[in-house]
């Protein structure tokens, strides 16, 4: 009897369960139609039903109940944008507590909600962005909520400088840099956005990112972070801004390029060298960046650097670099006014007589010219420049030579 009984409770309460699963599965539907439809009064009715009734139906609901609760702060009055903001914080709350392992990054969306509403209270914010950053940080990728949260560690560390340790700061400032490159790798459409965010951060940090201060640092943490390639890389770009002969800059970044090979940190290698006179291991790196450089701009950029430090020792490499960073940015005219000059400068030790000087002179004022083609607004420099190479050039209309062949590392025929 007492099994019978037992079963027949079973059924009941498996039927009352489906019941209500169909009854939540059909109020989600309707409620998103009504966003759909925009019917936002009806929309609001539904959501404080299935707020109650079915809290751990889906995450879905919660999906939609931010919607409606967002259109209900868009269109409050200011007096009461604060209680609807309130409402979409206890809405986080509520998401949390019955899918604790969602993704949503909840903790950024209510720092957002305070910031971009302004209300709360400063120390709520700050909790919700620690947590975000602490708790959710591979969702934590809100340029405007990565930056604000830095910011008020910095506040916090300079009205508490006499009791929080520097070292702490710069761990900090290390970590969100670390973050912000990992956000730049995994949503590039917005580099810029945290490129700024970036430079931002360290116009706070100018005054803390010194050799005095970095130095010692690095130094000091090297050994416990020698395999966290995120430390190396925050720590080796803090490196590169004052202490680019450092000997401990060109270690941070060798461990970095061996950990995590990559253009920057390639570039790093390739700097520290330059900066403690070893050119041909500084090229080696330079080229490497520039290989393993995935923007274009970018790799356009790496090969005019390489151009601009072999301009007066290696002139056939430098060319050669500068027409690989126009291949890379055709639309750059400062290469053509680089390339110009590179020309005009080796007139004298490529030009073995008059007429090869002047074919070379010909050859830089044609080049300059070549920069208005792509960059318009550079035509009052190319002009001035191909005017004052062609004083240089002596072969005139009446002369009987119609082209020049150049040597040396030049290796061109010039057309008069």
Request: proline fraction near 3%.
């Amino acid at each position: 009897m007492k099994t019978k009984l037992l079963l027949l409770l079973v059924v009941i309460f498996s039927s009352l369960a489906n019941a209500q699963v169909a009854k939540c599965g059909e109020k989600e539907k309707q409620l998103n139609q009504y966003l759909v439809d925009a019917e936002y009064k009806k929309a609001s009715e539904t959501w404080e039903d299935v707020k109650i009734t079915c809290p751990s139906f889906s995450e879905k609901i919660y999906l939609l109940g931010n919607k409606v609760l967002q259109y209900q702060i868009e269109i409050a009055d200011p007096k009461e944008k604060e209680d609807k903001v309130t409402a979409l914080l206890q809405l986080y709350d509520q998401y949390d507590k019955y899918y604790p392992n969602n993704k949503n990054g909840n903790f950024e969306k209510r720092a957002l909600a305070l910031i971009n509403n302004k209300v709360g209270k400063p120390d709520d914010l700050f909790s919700y962005l620690n947590q975000a950053f602490e708790k959710e940080k591979e969702t934590f990728a809100n340029s405007q909520a990565v930056y604000v949260y830095f910011e008020m560690c910095f506040d916090h560390y300079k009205q508490n400088k006499s009791i929080i340790p520097l070292e702490e700061l710069i761990d900090k400032y290390c970590a969100v840099s670390s973050l912000i490159a990992e956000n730049n790798r995994k949503f590039t459409f917005k580099k810029e956005e945290y490129n700024r965010v970036s430079l931002g951060i360290e116009l706070l940090m100018k005054d803390v990112l010194t050799k005095e201060n970095m130095i010692p640092y690095a130094k000091k943490k090297l050994d416990k972070n020698a395999i966290d390639s995120s430390w190396l890389e925050a720590t080796a770009k803090a490196l590169s801004v004052e202490c680019k002969n450092s000997p401990v800059f060109g270690s941070v970044a060798s461990k970095l390029d061996s950990d995590r090979p990559t253009s920057t940190s390639a570039y790093y290698v390739a700097t520290y060298n330059l900066n403690t006179g070893n050119q041909e291991k500084s090229i080696e790196y330079y080229k490497k960046s520039a290989e393993l450089a995935t923007d274009s701009i970018e790799k356009a950029t790496i090969y005019y650097s390489i151009a601009t430090i072999l301009s007066n020792s290696d002139k056939a490499t430098a060319e050669k670099m500068v027409l690989n960073a126009l291949g890379s940015n055709p639309s750059n005219g400062r290469y053509f006014i680089f390339l110009a000059n590179l020309y005009a400068n080796s007139a004298n030790d490529c030009g073995t007589n008059e007429n090869e000087r002047s074919a070379i002179y010909k050859l830089a004022s044609t080049t300059a010219l070549k920069a208005i083609d792509v960059e318009p607004r550079l035509k009052p420099t190319a002009d001035a420049m191909s005017a004052e190479y062609l004083k240089k050039v002596t072969l005139n209309s009446d002369s009987k030579v119609n082209s020049v062949k150049i040597g040396c590392w030049i290796q061109q025929t010039v057309k008069f």
